[in-house]
């Protein structure tokens, strides 16, 4: 059964960095496009970033571009999210999921930034 795992998120103060971690079951990470998505309390979900994986191509929203990178171990089956220089508008539940045809989401990980 595909399951999808996010791990690595916590508090931490304006300007301080975390990594998240997207790991699965039952499926290969290392065939799909993978994308970290995220989702605030009272807000729908966004599309934070993607990578491909013909070219790895990245894109990123204008809100965390120049401040979070997106990257995978094909060795490990894993996809990280670097975010470095947060922002409290960067507090919310982050996902990752397949980029073209998301499959069921997993529990995220919280990310909350505050002073």
């Known amino acids: 059964q595909l399951q999808l795992v996010e791990s690595g998120g916590g508090s931490v103060q304006p300007g301080g960095s975390l990594r998240l971690s997207c790991a699965a079951s039952?499926?290969?990470?290392?065939?799909?496009?993978i994308g970290w998505f995220r989702q605030a309390p009272g807000k729908e979900r966004e599309e934070v970033s993607c990578?491909?994986?013909?070219?790895?191509?990245?894109s990123y929203a204008d809100s965390v571009k120049g401040r979070f990178t997106i990257s995978r171990d094909n060795v490990k089956g894993a996809v990280y999210l670097q975010m470095d220089s947060l922002k409290p508008e960067d507090t919310a539940v982050y996902y990752c999921?397949?980029?073209?045809?998301?499959?069921?989401w997993g529990q995220g990980t919280q990310v909350t930034v505050s002073s």
């Open positions: 999921n397949n980029y073209r045809s998301p499959w069921s």
């Open positions: 039952g499926v290969t990470l290392n065939y799909y496009a």
């Open positions: 990578m491909f994986i013909s070219d790895g191509y990245t």
